[in-house]
C-alpha cells in the first residue's frame, strides 16, 4: 500500500528557502505515474491545496498566491516530489502536507497523506 514520507521543514528566516520532500513507497506504480498534490494548513485555517503536479506528463499548477515562489518537481530515480519554496514570508506558516493521488486543490480527492512537515517563517 502507498505511503508517504515527508521531510524539509523546519523555521526559516523571512526571504529563506526550504525544499520539501515526499518520497513514496509502497505503491503500484513509480512516482513518475503519481499525480501529487500539496496542501497547508495554517493554524486555525482549514487546509487549502497550493500545488500539484499531475501523472505523466507532470504538468504543474499552483495557487495564484503561491505561483512564482513555490515549485514542484519530481526525482523518478528517488520516487520523490519535492516542494521546492524561496522568498519564504512569515504568511507560508503552516504544516505542510503531500497527498495523493490527483492533482487538484480540493481534500476529498486524496486517499493517502504524507504525516505533514511544520513551515514557520519567523525572524
Known amino acids: 500500500q502507498l505511503q508517504l514520507v515527508q521531510s524539509g521543514g523546519g523555521l526559516v528566516q523571512p526571504g529563506g528557502s526550504l525544499r520539501l520532500s515526499c518520497a513514496a513507497s509502497?505503491?503500484?506504480?513509480?512516482?513518475?505515474?503519481?499525480?501529487v498534490g500539496w496542501f497547508r494548513e495554517a493554524p486555525g485555517k482549514e487546509r487549502e491545496g497550493i500545488a500539484c503536479i499531475t501523472g505523466g506528463e507532470g504538468v504543474t499548477e499552483y495557487k495564484d498566491s503561491v505561483k512564482g515562489r513555490f515549485t514542484v518537481s519530481r526525482d523518478n530515480a528517488k520516487n520523490t516530489v519535492y516542494l521546492q519554496i524561496v522568498s519564504l514570508e512569515p504568511e507560508d506558516t503552516a504544516i505542510y502536507y503531500c497527498?495523493?493521488?490527483?492533482?487538484?486543490?480540493?481534500?476529498?480527492?486524496?486517499?493517502?497523506w504524507g504525516q505533514g512537515t511544520q513551515v514557520t517563517v519567523s525572524s
Open positions: 509502497g505503491g503500484t506504480k513509480a512516482v513518475d505515474y503519481y499525480a
Open positions: 497527498a495523493a493521488f490527483g492533482c487538484a486543490f480540493e481534500t476529498r480527492w486524496y486517499a493517502t
